[in-house]
Structure formats: structure tokens, C-alpha cells
């Protein structure tokens, strides 16, 4: 190994591989405590340096992980200590904005943050967007195909990648640079590599499709009587807003009472169910009426018990930021944390079966449950007061069974 990293860093020169104290003060995961257990953390710059490390590290048979923002639940990229983690944060440039084919190159390592304000600087917008905006990296995004929270409407990563350049593990670049939306020669090779994981190559440019930048913003959260509603509801919306609802969040009252404890909350903990729900359109004072009015209705039919709508900017912030307070959980640490998808009518049943079934197992369980919903993705949380390997086996086989 010590041989190795000489290689790389003469290669890379200074500055551009961490080891010891500088990769263990580095977080293993979002929720874990405990450092990176990595032996080093390369940082490379360049498509060429990535190929290089994958290239050597490959041909000495040496275990490589790769890691974006490191803001997953999942744990797909903690290390162990016989592992190189491999870091794009350095390939942060944005390249070409094209404000009339609504492109955009981005390096891997970018924040998405940093592209939603390059693509607004253009009077247009990444429909991706996720809680952890600020850290999350535009590389880590395409490996895991994020959906984010406004997939009910742009879908997911996948339809949001034009083209993209990635590094097999042989050092092999692979590019596929494509900027028109239709494109049918041959095969859609950045398909392979958008929710790879890493496991096919390491992606190291993109070309993001925008969109143009909305001009109304119409929020709300929803307390909503039961499961069924929830559904009746989604319909509604989708029927009622023509077309442009972009969100459609639900929180069981299990999340919403921990995550807003320290938020400013709208409505009082203590319904079922929670929906936090946005339109975007063109026009800020149609667009609003039509919204409220839209709800009005949906209370007038039983589908909604409760509503809070946004009046400023404030407003929605707050809202949002119940929702993504995510770190309000890390207080349960050590728990488990699954990101499911299934057929959406089966959801809340699926909920019950499985609280019941870990219950009957732990009765000192604890978990929540929340997410987009619309596009059938919940977000599972829960804990036991233990994370053992069997623990961590047992349960994993309940919630996925």
C-alpha cells in the first residue's frame, strides 16, 4: 500500500492524497460517529488523473470505493480499512451553459447547489433537488439516480443526464458527451452508468438537461385524515393543477413530530398524515388563486382536514426545512435506514405489517416513515437501541421480506 501511494502521489503531486489523521477526521457516513476507515483519500483533478488511479490501483488488485458528497443513508460509501476511498470534491468546474439548448456541463464533484445557481444565473433550472443540496455532488447523484422531491413531475437523475464522461475500473475513459435531447445513434451508453453505484465506472462529467426557471412557487402542508385521502388527494392535485404540481411530500406523524419539534411548525403534530405539497407555474397571482382554490375544494370534499399555505419566501422555507430535517433522527443513532419504492396503493399497509412484525421483535422500536410518495419512494427509518451485524440482519429481512 505505502508503494502504491507513492506511485499515485507522484502522479498527482502534493496535496492530493489524505492520509491518517486528515481521512479519520473525515465522517465514515452521515450518522456514523466514528471516522473513515480508509487508508487514504485520493483527490484527483482531472478525467486523466482519475484513469491513472483507477488504471494502477486495478492492476495491483487494490480495492477502491468512490465517494460523492457522502450524504446518502444507504452507507454505499464507507470504507473499510484495506480500501482507497476515491474523492472527485476537487472536479468542480461547470463548463458550457447553453441557454438556448438548455445545457449544461458539469464536473462530478459539483454540489448540486452550485448547479441549481449557475443554471438560475441563466434564467433556468435543474429540476433536481434533494435536502442535502448544499454537499451532495452531481456525480453521487448520477451514480445513485436521486429522485429528489420534484420527480412527480421531471423524474428522475436518469432524465435529467443528456451525456456523460466516466472511467472504468481499467482506466478505459468512456465519453459520451451527447447535448441534444433526442438522440437514437446507437446505444444510450450513459444509461449504464446512471444508478451503477460505481460499480460499472466512475462517472467524471456530465451534461445536465434545464429547464426554464419557474416564475410562481404555491406551497402548502396538508393534515390529512387517512391513507385513503392521501391518495384521493394525489389525484386531485395532479387533475385539478394541470399539470403543475411538482410535489407531493408525505409525512407520517411519526416524522413530522420529530422532525419539526425544533421547526417552526404550521400545523400541530398529531394527524395521521401530512402532505407537503408545491406547484410551480408562470404566473405568481393566478397561479396562487388557482392553488388555494384547489384546496379549498379538496377540504370541501373531506380530503384534507387542515392546511397551511405559504405567504413569503419565509414561509416555504420553513416548510421545507421540516421536511428535510433529516438530522432530527440522528439523535436515535445507532438505527436503520431504508429508501423504499413499491407499488403506491400498498404503501401504508406495508407500513403497518412491518412495524408489527419488528415490534413483536423489539417492542422498544421506534420509526418513522416519509417521502415523495408520488413518485412511490418512502423513506424508512427506525431503531431498535441496537445495530449488531445480526441485529442489522434480522431486520433488514423483515423490512424487505
Known amino acids: 500500500m505505502t508503494d502504491l501511494l507513492e506511485i499515485l502521489e507522484k502522479r ?7 492520509t491518517g489523521g486528515d481521512v479519520t477526521a ?33 492492476r495491483r488488485g487494490q480495492p477502491v470505493v468512490p465517494l460523492g458528497g457522502n450524504t446518502g443513508m ?25 441557454p438556448v439548448g438548455r445545457t449544461m456541463v458539469a464536473e462530478a464533484g459539483t454540489p448540486l447547489q452550485k448547479v441549481h445557481e449557475a443554471a438560475e444565473a441563466h434564467g433556468l433550472m435543474f429540476p433536481l433537488d434533494l435536502g442535502a443540496r448544499g454537499s451532495a455532488t452531481i456525480g453521487g447523484n448520477i451514480a445513485t439516480n436521486a429522485g429528489g422531491n420534484k420527480v412527480l413531475r421531471f423524474g428522475m437523475t436518469r432524465d435529467m443526464v443528456l451525456g456523460l464522461e466516466a472511467v472504468l ?3 478505459t475513459i468512456v465519453s459520451s458527451m451527447n447535448t441534444v435531447l433526442k438522440n437514437n445513434t446507437g446505444y444510450d451508453i450513459k444509461q449504464l452508468f446512471i444508478g451503477s453505484e460505481g460499480t460499472l465506472g466512475v462517472v467524471t462529467r456530465a451534461v445536465l438537461r434545464l429547464r426554464p426557471l419557474h416564475r410562481s412557487e404555491c406551497t402548502a402542508i396538508l393534515a390529512v385524515p387517512d391513507y385513503a385521502s392521501v391518495l384521493d388527494l394525489l389525484r386531485f392535485l395532479e387533475a385539478e393543477l394541470a399539470g403543475t404540481l411538482s410535489g407531493f411530500e408525505v409525512m407520517w406523524n411519526s416524522y413530522y413530530a420529530v422532525a419539526g419539534a425544533d421547526k417552526r411548525q404550521p400545523l400541530k403534530p398529531g394527524a395521521p398524515y401530512y402532505v407537503l405539497t408545491e406547484a410551480l407555474g ?4 393566478r ?15 373531506g380530503l384534507v382536514d387542515d392546511a397551511a ?3 413569503s419566501k419565509a414561509d416555504r422555507a420553513d416548510m421545507w426545512a421540516i421536511r428535510d430535517n433529516i438530522e432530527a433522527l440522528l439523535k436515535w443513532w445507532p438505527f436503520c435506514a431504508f429508501d423504499i419504492s413499491m407499488p403506491i396503493a400498498g404503501i401504508d399497509s406495508y407500513v403497518a405489517e412491518t412495524e408489527a412484525a419488528l415490534a413483536a421483535k423489539w417492542p422498544s422500536l421506534r420509526a418513522c416513515v416519509f417521502g415523495h410518495l408520488g ?27
Open 12 to 18: 498527482l503531486g502534493d496535496g492530493a492524497i489524505l
Open 26 to 58: 473525515r465522517p465514515a457516513h452521515i450518522a456514523v460517529p466514528d471516522g473513515c476507515a480508509a487508508r487514504a483519500i485520493l483527490r484527483p483533478r482531472t478525467t486523466d488523473e482519475v484513469a491513472f488511479i483507477l488504471r494502477t490501483c486495478n
Open 74 to 98: 444507504a452507507g454505499g460509501g464507507i470504507a473499510r480499512p484495506d480500501e482507497i476511498v476515491l474523492s472527485l470534491e476537487r472536479m468542480t468546474a461547470i463548463g458550457d451553459v447553453d
Open 169 to 171: 475500473a481499467d482506466g
Open 282 to 285: 408562470a404566473s405568481p397571482e
Open 287 to 301: 397561479d396562487q388563486d388557482r392553488f388555494e382554490a384547489v384546496l379549498a375544494d379538496a377540504m370541501e370534499q
Open 309 to 311: 399555505i405559504a405567504r
Open 375 to 401: 413518485d412511490s419512494n418512502i423513506h424508512y427509518i427506525l431503531t431498535v437501541g441496537e445495530k449488531t451485524k445480526d441485529v442489522e440482519r434480522d431486520i433488514e429481512e423483515i423490512v424487505y421480506r
